[in-house]
Antibody
Framework: EVQLVQSGAEAKKPGESLRISCKGS????????IAWVRQMPGIGLEYIGV????????RYSPSFQGQVTMSVDKSISTAYLQWSSLKASDTAMYYC??????????????WGQGTLVTVSS | AIQMTQSPSSLSASVGDRVTITCRAS??????LSWYQQKPGRAPKLLIY???SLQSGVPSRFSGSVSGRDFTLTISSLQPEDLATYYC????????FGQGTKVEIK
């Protein structure tokens, strides 16, 4: 069974750094892009970017370029999303998702349970 | 950037009703669109990909269609467990989610 398990909720202060994780299991982690998605309180879903675990190729949404950094540690089948200096506006639920392909069609077929990040002084 | 305009933003329907949700793309995106269901407090779940292909395990009352730049998610007979917010997602150029449609049960 494909599973993505994310790290637990975080409470941080503005200016602090943070890294959250997403561990894949039940499939070949190296072969599937991992996407990150933000959901601010009461708001819809926003695409942050995707990363390929095999070669760490990354594609960021222009809205998030320079605001966050995606990385992977393929030795432990884990993807990361990190901030160097958090802002209150980073308060949100963050999801990782696996990108799958079939017949030139792509979609996010498995999702992590989400990591709630709260930034407050 | 491709914009996805989803409507309505919310709807209320009775069990057994036929429900239709629409996403309009700002440009042609072929059939590069998927639909997701997000129940309260849960992660999104894939329902439809390629505009009209039903994901394995998803009830057959869910269906998707496309006409030009207009994409439709239909629930043929609304069930109580369909209480959720539904999102479209285009992957023709990067990715863009629709704003979401909250479905409530009367």
């Amino acid at each position: 069974e494909v599973q993505l398990v994310q790290s637990g909720a975080e409470a941080k202060k503005p200016g602090e750094s943070l890294r959250i994780s997403c561990k894949g299991s039940g499939y070949n982690f190296m072969n599937y892009w991992i996407a990150w998605v933000r959901q601010m309180p009461g708001i819809g879903l926003e695409y942050i970017g995707v990363i390929h675990p095999g070669d760490s190729d990354t594609r960021y949404s222009p809205s998030f370029q320079g605001q966050v950094t995606m990385s992977v540690d393929k030795s432990i089948s884990t993807a990361y999303l990190q901030w160097s200096s958090l802002k209150a506006s980073d308060t949100a639920m963050y999801y990782c998702a696996r990108r799958d392909f079939t017949s030139l069609l792509e979609f996010f077929d498995s999702w992590g349970q989400g990591t709630l990040v709260t930034v407050s002084s | 950037a491709i914009q996805m305009t989803q409507s309505p933003s919310s709807l209320s329907a009775s069990v057994g009703d036929r429900v239709t949700i629409t996403c309009r793309a700002s440009q042609f995106i072929r059939n590069d669109l998927s639909w997701y269901q997000q129940k309260p407090g849960r992660a999104p779940k894939l329902l439809i990909y390629g505009a009209s292909s039903l994901q394995s395990g998803v009830p057959s009352r869910f269906s998707g269609s496309v006409s030009g730049r207009d994409f439709t998610l239909t629930i043929s007979s609304l069930q109580p467990e369909d209480l959720a917010t539904y999102y479209c997602l285009q992957d023709y150029n990067l990715y863009t989610f629709g704003q979401g449609t909250k479905v409530e049960i009367k």
